[in-house]
């Protein structure tokens, strides 16, 4: 990256106004899991939305520490929940680093992730076939398994296709590539994720499919929320917590405490609180604990918007701490989304507190009477 210069900001100067509406209230300091972990007022959303007025009104040149504190940010959105201006901080952020990224300014983390993409398409890089034993084929039912499931957290598809087929569900799996969610987080060029949500809402079409089913909170937010805005999609879209929430569930009794984490791209981003909540509480014997910290209010695990690629160890500072909040009160902590189940385990190794942390989508089909 050149050492010092002005770019052109296009994207950031349509939120310029938006972004003098900041009063530097420091509201945004008592949630943003980035500030608790440096505790340096760049890395809250005040900061990050000077930066970005800065890089737009071209009063800041890029240097590496422009483009470091851009990128520590979730895109959780807890920030933009207390702020009485109601910024949308995770949109200027967005708009920054796509900004900084057409101008040539990235990380080299999150320039291999672009690289992986476009050419495995799948931010791992992972060039396997992973079978799940399940053919490809027209039904009524998707499930879309999503990158992190596919290569990190097998167990999560594997679950989730047991126990719908343990549900009389007829649906299929479908030739899907990365949904793009990473990309558009970390301001990949437009062109790059469109392309993949062409090519997997075409997936879907040629199989007639009515209702896609995602395990991945990243996933989802991004078929229902970004979508549409780029291109028709024909189908419903659904989380499992949302699908299992209809049924009428038989499970085994599991006389433990469990808490549920909620993962910011299902929670704050799309509303779906209640559903989770819901399958938990069908399991006979258990007992479901709030963390003091839920719903609206949940902490992030600290691994979304490109926060785990190019800063792990931030990540999982973020994630011991949510892990820790779930010491004492919890035998088992349940979240929906396979990269939080992920980075809360890399926190727990940090902290090492004894506890289970296990998607939804696994404790569900273990308990699952056929
Ligand atoms: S809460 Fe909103 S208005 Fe207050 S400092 Fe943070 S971004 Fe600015
Ligand atoms: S979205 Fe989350 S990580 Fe980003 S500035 Fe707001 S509170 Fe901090």
Redesign the pocket.
């Known amino acids: 990256m050149p050492r010092k210069k002005y770019i052109k900001a296009e994207r950031s100067r349509k939120l310029e106004k938006e972004m003098l509406t900041c009063t530097l209230c420091g509201f945004?300091k008592s949630?943003?899991?980035?500030?608790e972990d440096d505790q340096w007022d760049p890395s809250?959303?005040r900061g990050?939305v000077i930066l970005a007025y800065g890089l737009s009104r071209k009063e800041i040149p890029v240097d590496e520490s422009v483009v470091e504190r851009l990128y520590q940010?979730?895109?959780?959105?807890?920030?933009e929940r207390r702020c009485p201006s109601n910024i949308r901080?995770?949109d200027i952020?967005e708009a920054a680093r796509a900004d900084l990224v057409e101008a040539g300014c990235i990380l080299p983390a999150h320039k291999k992730v672009i690289e992986n993409v476009r050419k495995t398409k799948n931010p791992y890089g992972e060039t396997r076939v992973v079978d799940f034993g399940l053919p490809v084929r027209k039904a009524d039912i998707g499930y879309f398994v999503g990158c992190t499931a596919r290569y990190r957290q097998p167990e999560i598809a594997e679950h989730t296709i047991s126990l719908l087929t343990k549900l009389k569900v007829d649906f299929t799996l479908v030739n899907e590539v990365c949904c793009g969610t990473t990309l558009q987080r970390i301001g990949a060029k437009e062109k790059d994720y469109v392309r993949l949500m062409k090519a997997n809402v075409d997936a879907a079409k040629k199989l007639g499919i009515k209702k896609m089913i995602f395990t991945c909170a990243g996933c989802v937010r991004m078929f229902k929320e970004q979508y549409p805005k780029y291109v028709d999609v024909p189908f419903e879209v659904e989380h499992l917590v949302q699908f299992l929430a209809k049924q009428d569930l038989k499970m085994r009794p599991f006389p433990k405490r469990i808490t549920y984490h909620d993962p910011c791209h299902l929670g704050r981003h799309l509303g779906i609180y209640d559903e989770p909540r819901k399958v938990i509480q069908m399991i006979p014997e258990a007992k479901f604990v709030e963390l003091a910290e839920n719903k609206e209010a949940a902490r992030?695990c600290g691994g979304g918007?490109g926060v785990r690629a190019a800063d792990p160890k931030a990540a999982q500072r973020i994630a011991s701490r949510r892990v820790k909040s779930a010491s004492d009160i919890a035998d088992i902590m349940v979240t929906a989304c396979p990269f939080c189940v992920s980075n809360l385990r890399l926190g727990n190794e940090l902290v090492k507190i004894d506890i289970e942390i296990k998607d939804i989508a696994v404790l569900v089909d273990e308990l699952l009477v056929a």
């Not at 949630?31 to 500030?35: A, E, I, K, L, Y």
């Open positions: 945004c949630v943003c899991p980035c500030f809250v959303a990050k940010c979730t895109t959780c959105k807890d920030c901080v995770v952020v992030c918007g």
